[in-house]
């Protein structure tokens, strides 16, 4: 379709929305309501546009046609919305008019009429949008000078969100997302005029999985998240682009931080694997980074000392020590599928350095849906059974069960994981000679542990993962790990090096090139060329 814009000509496909075609080109239009992935109903006229086209064809079939060639366009004399139009052939739209400067003031005129003046207290503060276009586009003053329409306020629209229904424009967004994408038709509007009101249908409540979408995509205050509630200004927070590793779908996500801590997880669009949502789920399940029980030091009983506990050099060296003093088949290796590729690459490196034959993975699989969140809780699956730890997650544990319980076993490492949610019990995991365990938090496998080496959360670590579709993605560190906790190939590479000898790795990213050269999937690859978006990989068929 060949479309004139601010009087320059475009071309656009059939079918694309006339505020998408202004944006490809370089022109904002602002607006409430509309949102890429969701319908548009055209209900906040926020994105009026002066529109024209060509005139009809007289009887001899001419058009007035400009000094170009071009057909003269006839201009519509009101204004349309451009959220719910298609552009069309010969199509003419001004975006920055005498008349659409005047729609837009008188728009932002009225949905501030009864809106409070509560942004200093405000969650939406520095991400609203109806604060950043009054700015922009509306009146300096109010002529306002009558009472505003009081409305509820700190309504539990659910277990998550609160509303304040003062602040709500009516824009519907949190509707038709629960409805097109969430499919729980569990919103809506009551009331008319200015006492329209957003709530649940009777006798429901807002609690989906994804119900802090409607957060995400509230363009003010009116919804907000219980978790993140007055808990930090966003203007503070340092945003880390990374993904979520709380099951195999690998949401795209913005880790947001300040001063070593994570305030809050929000979805990143990225339309090859999550569009621009994530469920409530992985959002949330961030907060045991800051756990008051997290490992903080390296522990090596019997060469603990209460006033000068081991430095990582003595537990590394006692971890070695223990390894090496057993014989070939006689040690196990437990990992995990929320470790990253580098950590699994540098776990089978271990591996083989120790003669290590029977190695796998702790299957972790719950309840999924038909949206975004993977039965399998496991992030990494993938990469494990890549990299040659499993062939399939849990296929060899009741074998490592059976060796430990019959003594043939004398020796695990175990890398974030509990072993007795691999089937053994605490009392067969203290009959070890070695036990040498990285983990986060305490538990059964931990405090069972020859030598425990506190290794780092998702957010503390950079390296790869990749997702259930085969597509490689990129973590980024936001924040660092607590205490003396190291990143875990860190670790890794030192019980590579106290075990064989062999020569360190000193970057991250010298690990990821290593690696590709070795898997033929990775080939070429680099981590920096992962990029925000991630890369699909061609795997070979399981």
């Given amino acids: 379709m060949n479309v004139q814009i601010d009087g320059e000509w475009h071309q656009f496909p059939e079918g694309t929305r006339v505020i998408e075609a202004c944006r490809q080109v370089g022109k904002f239009i602002p607006h409430y309501c509309y949102h890429p992935k969701l319908s548009s109903p055209g209900n906040c006229r926020m994105c009026l546009i002066e529109m024209g086209m060509p005139p009809r064809p007289d009887k001899d079939g001419n058009v007035p046609k400009d000094s170009d060639g071009r057909p003269v366009i006839g201009w519509i004399p009101r204004p349309q919305i451009s959220c719910a139009q298609d ?24 949905l501030l009429i009864n809106h409070p003046l509560d942004c200093p207290i405000c969650d939406q503060a520095g991400e609203c949008r109806l604060q950043e276009f009054s700015v922009e586009y509306g009146n300096a003053g109010s002529r306002f000078l009558e009472h505003k329409v009081k409305k509820p306020k700190n309504v539990e629209l659910g277990p998550r969100i609160t509303l304040d229904d003062e602040r709500c424009i009516l824009c519907s967004r949190c509707i038709r997302f629960m409805k097109e994408v969430a499919h729980d038709d569990v919103l809506g509007f009551v009331d008319r005029g200015s006492y329209s009101t957003l709530t649940c249908h009777p006798e429901r409540e807002l609690d989906s999985n994804y119900s802090l979408n409607t957060v995400d995509i509230c363009p003010v205050g009116a919804l907000t998240s219980n978790d993140f509630r007055f808990k930090m200004r966003v203007w503070f927070l340092k945003e880390t682009k990374s993904f979520c590793t709380s099951c195999a779908t690998g949401c795209n996500t913005v880790v947001g931080s300040r001063e070593n801590t994570v305030y809050r997880q929000t979805p990143r669009e990225n339309n090859a694997v999550n569009e621009n949502w994530m469920c409530d789920y992985g959002r949330l399940n961030f907060h045991y980074l800051h756990s008051d029980e997290r490992i903080l030091a390296p522990v090596a009983p019997g060469l603990n000392d209460e006033e000068m506990p081991p430095d990582w050099l003595t537990a590394i060296g006692k971890a070695a020590s223990d390894l090496k003093g057993l014989a070939a088949g006689e040690i196990a290796l437990i990992a995990s599928g929320r470790l990253t590729n580098e950590e699994l690459y540098l776990a089978s490196r271990l591996a083989a350095s120790l003669a290590i034959s ?21 992030p990494n699956t993938a990469g494990a059974k890549l990299l040659g730890l499993t062939s399939e997650p849990g296929a060899r544990l009741q074998e490592i069960k059976d060796g430990v319980t019959s003594g043939r076993i004398k020796g695990l490492i175990v890398l974030h994981e509990d072993a007795t949610q691999a089937g053994l019990t605490e009392e067969a995991l203290k009959q070890l000679s070695a036990l040498v365990v990285i983990g986060l938090l305490p538990n059964a496998t931990t405090r069972a542990a020859t030598a425990l080496l506190p290794g780092a959360g998702f957010a503390e670590k950079r390296g790869s993962m990749i997702n259930r579709d085969g597509r490689l993605q990129r973590l ?10 190291r990143d875990d190939w860190e670790i890794l590479r030192d019980l590579i090096q106290a075990v064989s000898g062999a020569n360190g790795l000193y970057l991250v990213e010298d690990v990821f090139k290593q690696m590709a050269a070795s898997v033929p999937a990775l080939a070429g690859l680099t981590l920096s060329r992962i990029g925000d978006l991630g890369v699909q990989l061609d795997l070979p068929e399981s």
């Fill in 358 to 378: 029977l190695t796998d993975i702790v299957p972790h699989l719950d309840a999924g849906d038909d949206i975004l969140l993977s039965a399998d809780r496991n």
């Fill in 476 to 485: 980024n560190a936001a924040v660092q790990p607590p205490g003396q906790a």
């Fill in 87 to 110: 552009v069309a052939e010969g199509m003419g739209i001004r975006t920055d008019s005498p008349m659409v400067q005047e729609c837009r003031q008188g728009v932002m005129e009225f």
